[in-house]
């Protein structure tokens, strides 16, 4: 049996709090990745994140910190992203 670790802990202790935490990271954690394909999708389009930030009508540096691992970007503004890619988020 695999041993728990600190985030299975901390996982355990939130989910005990809010029975409902277990689908809220889930989504989180979906979100991050579709980012992370849409980033990849950007690089691979050729376009900068300069360029993104004006289709997006915001900041190259919101274009930046909305691709960095340290948000929890919501999905109207991954979609609002995606659309700048000229994607659809189904």
Do not use: C
């Amino acid at each position: 049996m695999p041993r728990k670790d600190f985030l299975d802990e901390m996982i355990a202790e939130r989910t005990k709090a809010d029975p409902e935490f277990p689908a809220l990271l889930d989504a989180a954690v979906r979100r991050r990745q579709l980012l992370e394909d849409l980033v990849a999708e950007r690089e691979a389009l050729g376009l900068s994140q300069t360029i993104v930030a004006a289709r997006m009508h915001t900041s190259r540096s919101a274009v930046a910190r909305l691709e960095s691992v340290e948000t929890n970007a919501k999905l109207s503004t991954v979609e609002r992203y995606a659309a700048a890619l000229g994607k659809k988020i189904n």
